[in-house]
């Protein structure tokens, strides 16, 4: 089966610029995550859909990030204005099973350098 | 909340074994992840713990003790490709989400 597909691999903004990242789960699967990885550290989650419905979004800096998942596929993550702090890797990940409980299985991430 | 610890570092020699620990503190526990990343890379799923013991799955094995918050990774026959950060996650069945440690840095030196 295909994997998680996500874009673009690299980018780099200013900050305060716009940005904005595309993911696309593996076939099937209802859940969906957003994680960032910062240099040094695990993944953190930002936010969780099930199908197109938010579950969890308590990490997420909602006066900067925004997230959707409108037909319950693909997911598209937005920053604006970024910082500085921004610059991560930022992995989406999905599931079969609700919550997760079967493992993830990660894209290959989209790694955002602010400057 | 939840508290993942993990030693940020290790160094063992190939063809070694090498014991990567994770000790946690949760409520709502309901199983224990481990995933390997390798630099620039996604992480990938390598073993999932629910019941305490161990799991063997070829040079990998994955240790449970529910009772103290305590798993470990164990790798065999070290190769130089397993050089890696190994990740610890926690799948918590209240949030219904698993959360991460920082990871352990694996080198594997000749």
């Known amino acids: 089966e295909a994997g998680v597909a996500q874009s673009p691999r690299y980018k780099i903004i200013e900050k305060r610029q716009s940005v904005a990242f595309w993911c696309n789960p593996i076939?099937?699967?209802?859940?969906l995550y957003w994680y960032q990885q910062i240099l040094g550290q695990g993944p953190k989650l930002l936010i969780q859909f099930q199908n197109n419905g938010v579950v969890d979004d308590s990490q997420l800096p909602k006066d900067r990030f925004s997230a959707e998942r409108l037909k319950g596929v693909d997911s598209t993550l937005k920053i604006q204005p970024a910082k500085l702090e921004d610059s991560a890797v930022y992995l989406c990940?999905?599931?079969?099973?609700?919550?997760?409980?079967?493992?993830?299985?990660f894209g290959s991430g989209t790694r955002l350098t602010v400057v | 909340g939840q508290n993942i610890d993990q030693p940020t570092e290790m160094t063992a020699t190939e063809g070694a074994i090498v014991q990567i620990n994770c000790t946690y503190q949760?409520?709502?526990?309901?199983?224990l992840f481990w995933y390997q990343q390798h630099a620039g890379e996604a992480p990938t799923f390598l073993s999932y713990?629910?019941?305490?013991g161990l799991e063997e799955k070829g040079r990998f094995s994955s240790f449970l003790s529910r009772s103290k918050g305590y798993s470990y990774l164990l790798l065999k026959e070290l190769q130089m490709k397993d050089s890696a950060s190994y990740l610890c996650?926690?799948?918590?069945?209240?949030?219904?989400?698993?959360?991460f440690g920082d990871g352990t840095t694996l080198t594997v030196k000749p």
């Open positions: 713990n629910v019941l305490d």
């Open positions: 996650a926690v799948y918590n069945t209240n949030a219904g989400k698993s959360t």
């Open positions: 990940a999905s599931s079969a099973r609700t919550g997760g409980a079967d493992g993830y299985t």
């Open positions: 076939s099937g699967h209802a859940t």
């Open positions: 949760t409520s709502g526990f309901n199983g």
